[in-house]
């Protein structure tokens, strides 16, 4: 046992012990999203770079009015427009998401000024599918939970790796003693690691929670019931069983979806007034004489009863907006903007928009990035060591403390906090379970021998 942990007693031995196995139960799915993580960041740079072929235009007097480019991409695709995004700078590449007749969607890129498709690919792109490995959704519901109890688990190990490495009898705080190939090298690299970037990582963990499957949703209902949420709209959701329109075959709703803020997912949009259609170019003509400017996603109503919606690329939370527009009269249904949210939505937009890097602009990437790097040197430096303080050539946890009191007490506030993320809580529940009937075998077996 080292120096620390006989000062610190049976309870620093408890959150020691809780905070390898918090370690072992999650390192390579936190490993994983701290690489995806780091990649999103640089969504921008990347998708400029795998298709540099087809998002650089050149300039050349206006761009095509929307209807000329949505017939022209249609014809040439074969398939049907039912999204258009629109860059902020005119040298880039138009956006258009292509939908099959069998419900298959992918991503157009479009010469705005020629009308020329460039060329397409999956659906969203390739930072869609960095995404979707990042929140695990490839792999469904199971995977959606995963993620969030890795968030609460992470949210553990932040809260217990820093009592463990706060400072006793004179130990650093920062730096580095010994050899490499010794165990305090590389103990002093992944506590000083862990304190440096404890913060950071707390935070990453703590504002990925909104896309989460079961607390998300819980927080989105949370927020709305006590009224500090978004805007409420008008109307049913026309969304929700559309009733096909002779043009176009489907409802557009998770495209409608991603494209809103997070605030506004769920939100019911307000419905159409008849199956008249104004047409895209007057839809963004009315946007942008309320002000809304270029980045912003034109999602067409695909469905009778469903609006034109016209939402701002959000940089930064205070970018949140959307607009819905009656197709048939051309009014304004709703103008959905940040300073209509509650403060609950605001926070929780800040959130985000913090999260992914936007906000406060490159240094705000910047740290983010060094978060996740840092996540990255932790999950490879606690593999090491554990294989550096194995006994007798056999890998171990850390011992049950003396006293049986002090583990039920971190126990139990292992589980309280567990109470604020239930999934989470469920795994600590399964896994002090499982770690008594171990003690409980293993006492019963020394007993035998």
């Known amino acids: 046992m080292s120096a620390r942990s006989k000062t610190g007693g049976g309870f620093y031995q408890a959150v020691w012990r809780w905070h390898f196995y918090a370690g072992l139960i999650v390192l390579p799915v936190l490993l994983w999203m701290a690489i995806t993580g780091a990649l999103y960041l640089y969504k921008p740079e990347i998708e400029r770079l795998v298709y540099a072929d087809w998002s650089h235009v050149t300039p050349k007097d206006a761009p095509q009015p929307l209807s000329e480019m949505i017939a022209t991409v249609e014809r040439e695709s074969g398939q049907q427009v039912s999204q258009i995004q629109r860059p902020a700078e005119p040298t880039e590449s138009w956006r258009m998401t292509l939908q099959g007749a069998d419900g298959a969607r992918r991503l157009a890129f479009v010469?705005?000024?020629?009308?020329?498709?460039?060329?397409?690919?999956?659906?969203?792109?390739?930072?869609?599918?960095?995404?979707?490995?990042?929140?695990?959704?490839?792999?469904?519901?199971?995977?959606?939970?995963?993620?969030?109890?890795?968030?609460?688990?992470?949210?553990?190990?932040?809260?217990?790796?820093?009592?463990?490495?706060?400072?006793?009898?004179?130990?650093?705080?920062?730096?580095?003693?010994?050899?490499?190939?010794?165990?305090?090298?590389?103990?002093?690299?992944?506590?000083?690691?862990?304190?440096?970037?404890?913060?950071?990582?707390?935070?990453?963990?703590?504002?990925?929670?909104?896309?989460?499957?079961?607390?998300?949703?819980?927080?989105?209902?949370?927020?709305?019931?006590?009224?500090?949420?978004?805007?409420?709209?008008?109307?049913?959701?026309?969304w929700e069983a559309p009733a096909p329109r002779a043009h176009h075959g489907h409802g557009h709703d998770e495209g409608a979806k991603q494209s809103l803020p997070w605030s506004m997912q769920e939100a019911t949009p307000p419905a159409a007034s008849g199956s008249d259609d104004i047409g895209a170019d007057r839809a963004a003509e009315i946007a942008g004489k309320r002000g809304l400017a270029a980045p912003w996603t034109l999602t067409l109503p695909m469905a009778d009863g469903a609006p034109y919606l016209i939402s701002q690329s959000v940089r930064r939370a205070q970018d949140a907006r959307a607009i819905y527009i009656d197709p048939a009269s051309g009014a304004v249904l709703q103008d959905a903007r940040f300073a209509h949210f509650g403060i609950g939505a605001r926070a929780i937009e800040w959130g985000i928009a913090t999260h992914q890097g936007q906000q406060y602009g490159e240094i705000n990437r910047t740290l983010m990035l060094l978060g996740c790097l840092a996540l990255i040197l932790l999950c490879l430096t606690a593999p090491v060591l554990w294989w550096k303080r194995r006994k007798n050539g056999r890998l171990e946890a850390p011992a049950r403390p003396a006293d049986p009191r002090k583990a039920r007490g971190v126990a139990a506030i292992m589980l309280a906090i567990g109470l604020c993320l239930p999934l989470t809580g469920l795994t600590l529940g399964a896994a002090l379970a499982l770690d008594m009937l171990i003690g409980r075998w293993r006492h019963g077996a020394a007993l035998a021998g």
């Open 111 to 238: 010469d705005p000024y020629r009308g020329k498709l460039l060329g397409t690919a999956q659906a969203g792109g390739i930072m869609q599918t960095v995404r979707d490995l990042h929140s695990l959704i490839i792999t469904g519901p199971v995977g959606n939970a995963l993620v969030e109890i890795v968030a609460g688990w992470a949210i553990l190990l932040v809260l217990t790796g820093l009592y463990l490495w706060w400072p006793r009898r004179g130990s650093p705080v920062i730096g580095l003693r010994g050899q490499a190939r010794g165990r305090l090298f590389w103990r002093d690299l992944h506590a000083s690691t862990g304190l440096l970037a404890g913060g950071v990582i707390l935070f990453l963990a703590i504002t990925g929670l909104p896309w989460s499957g079961f607390s998300g949703k819980q927080l989105q209902g949370w927020v709305a019931r006590a009224e500090l949420g978004r805007p409420k709209a008008p109307g049913p959701n026309p």
